[in-house]
């Protein structure tokens, strides 16, 4: 459809709940770009900060700050926040590399993994303050939320697992094993399945929530970013090695078409536009 320019290293990605805005992390260039949903086009850029280098990037529900993970330095422990409404940037402390963050789709919450803390910080959006620390993780990664608000999935790069945990008990109620290097996910609207990239793999683990069973899905090389859309019959795969993306039925688990894009396609986060779920 287009091409839009932005900063340099364009890695994470995130569509608010409108689909009105779309909101790219530059990791070299220590920016935020901020995107016409619709269109497409470079509305704003919002400048991090010298030597940052974020990497995951999430919404709240109501579209008024997006948060940032600034992954480096490692030691800084920053999750960015920026208020759309104000246009301002503020701060909250988390752990060591934060590098995943998911919102949930009701609450003020919004949780963060910190790959070099071995934790994920539950943060309260609206205070702006973290309210729990959870741990016994193994360099966490990647995270997301069902869209019923009551499941959280992380991935596990150390140990190549993705845990469940109950958003009400914030306690783990499954832990998956899938194949090395997990690094993108994303959950079906219906939150029968979530997905897993594993970037070594030219594979997409399968998670059936309710048999509690792993399949797999041969992508492209390298697959990276993996989103679902509204409906949950399609699921999207970056190939970061292919500069292709997959697009894959849901129904049969197999990919039906190869999109060619530009040069090494990461798109982690939420990168399909929203609409109406089931």
Same mark, same amino acid.
């Given at each position: 459809?287009?091409?839009?320019?932005?900063?340099?290293?364009?890695?994470?990605?995130?569509?608010?709940?409108?689909?009105?805005?779309?909101?790219?992390?530059?990791?070299?260039?220590?920016?935020?770009?901020?995107?016409?949903?619709?269109?497409?086009?470079?509305?704003?850029?919002?400048? $991090?900060?010298?030597?940052?280098?974020?990497?995951?990037?999430?919404?709240?529900?109501?579209?008024?700050?997006?948060?940032?993970?600034?992954? $480096?330095?490692?030691?800084?422990?920053? $999750?960015?926040?920026?208020?759309?409404?104000?246009?301002?940037?503020?701060?909250?402390?988390?752990?060591?590399?934060?590098?995943?963050?998911?919102?949930?789709?009701?609450?003020?919450?919004?949780?963060?993994?910190?790959?070099?803390?071995?934790?994920?910080?539950?943060?309260?959006?609206?205070?702006?303050?973290?309210?729990?620390?959870?741990?016994?993780?193994?360099?966490?990664?990647?995270?997301?939320?069902?869209?019923?608000?009551?499941?959280?999935?992380?991935?596990? $790069?150390?140990?190549?697992?993705?845990?469940?945990?109950?958003?009400?008990?914030?306690?783990?109620?499954?832990?998956?094993?899938?194949?090395?290097?997990?690094?993108?996910?994303?959950?079906?609207?219906?939150?029968?399945?979530?997905?897993?990239?594993?970037?070594?793999?030219?594979?997409?683990?399968?998670?059936?929530?309710?048999?509690?069973?792993?399949?797999?899905?041969?992508?492209?090389?390298?697959?990276?970013?993996?989103?679902?859309?509204?409906?949950?019959?399609?699921?999207?795969?970056?190939?970061?090695?292919?500069?292709?993306?997959?697009?894959?039925?849901?129904?049969?688990?197999?990919?039906?078409?190869?999109?060619?894009?530009?040069?090494?396609?990461?798109?982690?986060?939420?990168?399909?536009?929203?609409?109406?779920?089931?």
């Amino acid at each position: 459809m287009g091409t839009t320019v932005v900063g340099s290293s364009p890695l994470g990605v995130a569509v608010d709940a409108s689909g009105g805005r779309a909101y790219i992390t530059n990791n070299l260039s220590a920016q935020l770009s901020i995107l016409d949903g619709g269109t497409g086009a470079l509305l704003r850029t919002v400048e $991090l900060g010298a030597g940052l280098r974020p990497l995951g990037v999430a919404v709240t529900a109501d579209g008024g700050k997006v948060l940032v993970a600034i992954q $480096l330095p490692a030691t800084l422990r920053r $999750l960015a926040v920026y208020d759309t409404v104000a246009d301002r940037l503020r701060e909250v402390t988390v752990g060591n590399s934060p590098t995943g963050v998911a919102t949930h789709p009701r609450s003020a919450v919004a949780y963060v993994t910190n790959q070099l803390s071995n934790t994920v910080s539950v943060v309260d959006t609206a205070a702006e303050t973290v309210v729990t620390t959870l741990s016994g993780f193994n360099q966490p990664f990647a995270v997301a939320v069902n869209a019923a608000g009551t499941r959280l999935y992380v991935t596990n $790069l150390g140990d190549n697992t993705v845990r469940e945990i109950d958003t009400s008990t914030l306690q783990t109620v499954w832990t998956y094993t899938v194949l090395p290097r997990p690094f993108g996910i994303a959950v079906r609207p219906q939150g029968d399945r979530v997905y897993v990239s594993n970037i070594d793999n030219r594979r997409v683990s399968v998670l059936d929530t309710n048999t509690r069973s792993v399949s797999t899905i041969l992508v492209g090389r390298s697959p990276w970013g993996v989103s679902v859309d509204p409906s949950g019959s399609r699921v999207f795969v970056a190939n970061f090695e292919d500069n292709t993306v997959s697009l894959v039925d849901a129904g049969g688990n197999t990919v039906v078409q190869t999109v060619a894009v530009q040069q090494a396609p990461v798109a982690f986060g939420i990168f399909v536009r929203p609409g109406a779920a089931p």
